[in-house]
């Protein structure tokens, strides 16, 4: 991490028992250095949140928390706010812009990575079935019937979304001997060799394997909706490790449910976590697995030092390592700079 001072300010973060892994040793950490900190759950109410956030300098919480112009209009010392992973559909980053206020984020590699293996992970395992490989080793005294396999190789897998996870789940799947297809709204090459891109609705009705890894954003909402789902190839397999409003969750249970897809793996959810009456938990042909998959000790231990530097680096003024507004920095860095305003 750069080595950079601070000044002296307040940091209020948003935690939560799913992300109070790297939001906590965040705090303690701030704490040593002489920060003053103030923490509240994410579900907080509005009032205690509001009242929090009046004297923040730095606002820490987790991307998909709603921080919306009211939040930033009271607090009239805010200077950015940090997600503490990379997802920041929760932040409203225009109101931040137009308050100059800098939005960033922990775009490491160690989360990347740790993404892409655990999508790879979900293919294989629902390609194999591992579910059912395991039910019958549960069976009462008796092997328990198993769906019939296919290898991943030779077949046809499609990547919805080709952002960093998208790359380097593509990198890894280079050896595999599959076909690639790629549908993206913004084409940036290269691409492994071998990869077509096409549209989305191509993409659905030929891959035997689809993995959603596209970003939540308002145009994405609902992308793959009854319709779309219905288009995807019968008898495939349907992955998404990236959030479940971009996917119509009714209508992909009824096509699981119908055996139009032979499995689905699904890491993200609508409502999380995913509640106890959901029709999906029925299925047998569904893994479920609590929007952690991908959370390694590596990927922790990355984003608690991206998120350190991110705040250490606003509070001195300077641009933090990873923003998504870049834009606003020359105007940013002039207000906050200690070098600038001295």
């Known amino acids: 991490m750069m080595s950079i001072t601070p000044e002296k300010g307040k ?171 790629i549908s993206t709204p913004r084409p940036q090459p290269p691409y492994p060799y071998g990869a077509q891109v096409v549209s989305l609705e191509t993409l659905l009705a030929t891959a035997d394997v689809t993995c959603l890894l596209a970003p939540l954003r308002p145009e994405t909402q609902n992308l793959l909706n009854r319709e779309r789902l219905a288009g995807t190839k019968q008898g495939s397999i349907f992955v998404n490790m990236s959030r479940g409003q971009l996917v119509d969750e009714q209508a992909l249970f009824e096509l699981a449910r119908d055996r139009h897809f032979t499995a689905i793996a699904l890491d993200v959810f609508v409502t999380e976590p995913l509640p106890a009456d959901s029709p999906l938990r029925t299925l047998p042909n569904a893994i479920l697995t609590p929007h952690a998959l991908g959370h390694t000790l590596d990927s922790k231990e990355g984003l608690v030092t991206a998120g350190l530097e991110n705040i250490t680096r606003a509070l001195a003024g300077v641009s933090p390592a990873h923003v998504r507004n870049p834009a606003i920095l020359p105007s940013w860095e002039k207000r906050w700079s200690k070098a600038a305003n001295e």
């Open 11 to 181: 940091v209020v973060l948003i935690g939560s028992d799913v992300v109070d892994v790297v939001a906590l040793p965040v705090q303690v950490e701030l704490a040593k250095r002489g920060i003053e900190t103030g923490y509240l759950n994410a579900a907080a109410d509005q009032g205690s949140l509001l009242d929090a956030l009046r004297d923040a300098d730095v606002l820490y919480c987790p991307g998909a928390f709603p921080v919306t112009p009211q939040h930033m209009d009271a607090a009239r010392n805010l200077r950015a706010v940090v997600s503490i992973y990379t997802g920041t559909e929760g932040i409203d980053e225009s109101a931040a812009t137009a308050r100059n206020i800098v939005v960033a984020n922990g775009q490491i590699t160690e989360n990347t990575d740790s993404m892409a293996e655990a999508a790879i992970l979900m293919m294989l395992a629902a390609t194999y079935d591992l579910a059912g490989a395991e039910r019958s080793m549960t069976a009462a005294g008796m092997r328990a019937p198993r769906r019939p396999v296919r290898m991943l190789q030779n077949r046809t897998v499609g990547l919805i979304g080709f952002g960093a996870i998208g790359r380097a789940v593509a990198k890894r799947l280079e050896a595999w001997n599959i076909d690639l297809l």
